[in-house]
């Protein structure tokens, strides 16, 4: 258990972007329940609709510490300090998926021109910023390549809108498209992926500079790093599928910024 300072006596609140997971009640009961047991003072976990209002509170100071994307890391890395990052398979990385129905013929991005895209958020990285970077190396704008294009605000709705049949493809968070096909196969059957990303730094905990340090900020890291070696962390990790955490580095999220760049000199 961390020892507090006085001026570090008040609740941890931690921040959650709304991926799949986080409308499963009884997993955020556990990790909450994990995390104020390793850090010794009460936790509030904080969620909101997109990445950009978690992302803005986690720089306002309103968070101590949050789960973000590695997209608004890079984005906000000279305000931002890296905690941990998630260890999926044995490695600190995750892969962007391109999804289609599952019946359908494409076999390459250039296939998908005049479809209806769904993406998940335009602060996400697997679903959004990879596949605007895909198709910026092939010369195309993505808002003159699809037909229409729309967010859902959940990896799991992109899924849901292309195995509906509400979107012609979309853009996912492999992870998060691989868990899904352990609990929700039905669904995910309905879909295919057409196209894996090169491997990416996994989205991370971090914190703000400013709470770099501390030994508020300490105590999150090595809560999240030692998660394994507790039977309740355990049983968090077995529900996210995730082998653990681990301190990571920054440039894990290298190429994450060289996407964000060539995007951002094609306007």
């Known amino acids: 258990m961390p020892r507090w300072a006085a001026s570090e006596q008040h609740d941890i609140r931690f921040g959650l972007t709304p991926v799949f997971l986080s409308s499963d009640l009884e997993l955020l ?3 909450r329940t994990y995390l104020s047991a390793a850090l010794g003072r009460p936790v509030t976990l904080v969620k909101r609709r997109t990445y950009q209002e978690i992302t803005a509170l986690l720089l306002s100071g309103q968070l101590d510490a949050a789960w973000i994307c590695g997209y608004p890391f890079i ?3 000279r305000r931002l300090s890296l905690l941990a990052v998630p260890v999926w398979r044995g490695r ?3 892969q962007s998926y391109l999804i289609v129905d599952q019946g359908r013929s494409a076999q390459d991005v250039l296939d998908l021109r005049g479809d209806i895209h769904a993406y998940s958020d335009p602060d996400s990285n697997s679903g959004y910023l990879v596949t605007r970077a895909t198709l910026a190396e092939r010369g195309e704008a993505s808002n003159n390549f699809f037909r229409k294009s729309f967010f859902t605000y959940s990896h799991r709705n992109v899924v849901r ?3 509906s049949g509400l979107a012609g493809s979309g853009s996912v968070d492999g ?3 691989e868990v899904m096909s352990e609990i929700e196969p039905a669904l995910t059957g309905k879909t295919r992926v057409l196209r894996k990303s090169e491997w990416l730094g996994f989205p991370p905990i971090a914190c703000g500079k400013t709470l770099a340090g501390t030994a508020r900020a300490t105590a999150i890291a090595a809560a999240f790093m030692t ?3 507790d039977a309740a962390g355990r049983e968090v990790l077995n529900m996210l599928r995730l082998d653990g955490f681990t301190d990571g580095e920054p440039t894990l999220f290298e190429s994450i910024a060289q996407k964000f760049e060539l995007v951002r000199s094609l306007g």
Do not use: G, K, S, T
Request: hydrophobic letters at 55%; a neutral charge; proline letters at 6%.
């Open 92 to 94: 600190p990385l995750y």
């Open 75 to 77: 984005q906000f890395r």
């Open 29 to 31: 009961d556990r990790l």
């Open 227 to 229: 998660m394994a070696e």
């Open 175 to 177: 992870y998060v498209w």
């Open 161 to 163: 809108a292309v195995a």
